[in-house]
T-cell receptor
Framework: AQTVTQSQPEMSVQEAETVTLSCTYD???????LFWYKQPPSRQMILVIR??????QNATENRFSVNFQKAAKSFSLKISDSQLGDAAMYFC???????????FGKGTRLSVIA | ETGVTQSPTHLIKTRGQQVTLRCSSQ?????VSWYQQALGQGPQFIFQ???????GRGNFPPRFSGLQFPNYSSELNVNALELDDSALYLC????????????????FGQGTRLTVV
């Protein structure tokens, strides 16, 4: 069974600074997908960024980028120029190909300090 | 806004009672998945429905059951509620085109907060 581990229960960052959230996963599959979701106090899970395992290039979405290390099974999220609205729970998630469910980590609570 | 709506937003039930949670999927989506998120934890997969059939189930007992309707909306039913069932229940919808590759993203509703007393 696949597992996702987030080793940082809480992180904090100064506004406008950069922060990196860590995620490792375990799988025996070669084709899969990785995601970072943001869950603000409103509770709705919002997709931040996704990475296909077959792509070597790291995904980027505006201020959000990932460092995908397939051999090490590591998938970290970097948030640049942090904003107060970035404060939330962040979940790393794994998904096999096809119509399979998401496997989530336990999450990292990110605080942004003004 | 993702187009996925869940009702009710909050619910308080007594141990031993039954509860039904509802999810209206995003237009055009044929797959609905349900997740349980306990306080301070990541979401755990309960089950998934594709075109009105259950096509995947997590490690949850049979008292957790569901339905998907022809319009692809869905219900989650929990019988004989226990205190540990208190959690946020999330519904996610996506579209499966029936191929091994990843289909559309999973879009989540805002969840139903269930408290069992």
């Amino acid at each position: 069974a696949q597992t996702v581990t987030q080793s940082q229960p809480e992180m904090s960052v100064q506004e406008a600074e950069t922060v990196t959230l860590s995620c490792t996963y375990d799988t025996s599959e070669s084709d899969y997908y990785l995601f970072w979701y943001k869950q603000p106090p409103s509770r709705q899970m919002i997709l931040v960024i996704r990475q296909e395992a077959y792509k070597q290039q790291n995904a980027t979405e505006n201020r959000f980028s990932v460092n995908f290390q397939k051999a090490a099974k590591s998938f970290s999220l970097k948030i640049s120029d942090s904003q107060l609205g970035d404060a939330a729970m962040y979940f790393c998630a794994y998904r096999s190909g096809g119509n399979t469910p998401l496997v989530f980590g336990k999450g990292t609570r990110l605080s942004v300090i003004a | 806004e993702t187009g996925v709506t869940q009702s009710p937003t909050h619910l308080i039930k007594t141990r031993g009672q039954q509860v039904t949670l509802r999810c209206s999927s995003q237009s055009g989506h044929n797959t609905v998945s349900w997740y349980q998120q306990a306080l301070g934890q990541g979401p755990q997969f309960i089950f998934q429905y594709y075109r009105e059939e259950e096509n995947g189930r997590g490690n949850f007992p049979p008292r957790f059951s569901g339905l998907q309707f022809p319009n692809y909306s869905s219900e989650l039913n929990v019988n004989a509620l226990e205190l540990d069932d208190s959690a946020l229940y999330l519904c996610a919808s996506s579209w499966d085109r029936g191929t091994p590759t990843l289909n559309t993203e999973a879009f989540f509703g805002q969840g139903t907060r269930l408290t069992v007393v």
